[in-house]
């Protein structure tokens, strides 16, 4: 049913801002079935969440990257986006979306996109 598609540019300079769009097809990105996360993984380390947007439009971030992490939406597009700001080499990592259900509590990732590889390099 569902389906996540990652993109935006696979390559950026320290300090800019990385933007990201996942593009969702086979469900609204309104539905209160879930939560629509963004996540990455750097080389040779765990998958971090990095946070979600849900369906009121209301938004919740890991605290280590809080200050620089937004995510939006664009539900004409059925459509929401990653933006980080200040970007340093630290920040290469695979970067996916996905969707993240709350069942009594019990939260799950269930959809992924593919990921998408990005570098930051001067």
């Known amino acids: 049913q569902v389906s996540l598609q990652e993109s935006g540019p696979r390559l950026l300079k320290p300090a800019q801002t990385l933007s990201l769009t996942c593009t969702v097809s086979g469900g609204s990105i309104t539905s209160a079935s879930y939560y629509w996360a963004w996540i990455r993984q750097p080389p040779e380390k765990g998958l971090e969440w990095m946070g979600v947007i849900n369906y009121m439009d209301n938004t919740w971030y890991s605290p280590t990257l809080k200050s620089r992490t937004s995510i939006s939406r664009d539900t004409s597009k059925n459509q929401f986006t990653l933006q980080l700001t200040s970007v340093t080499p630290e920040d290469t990592a695979m970067y996916y979306c996905?969707?993240?259900?709350?069942?009594?509590?019990?939260?799950?990732?269930?959809?992924w996109g593919q990921g998408t590889q990005v570098a930051i390099s001067s």
């Open positions: 996905a969707t993240l259900r709350n069942d009594a509590e019990n939260y799950q990732y269930g959809h």
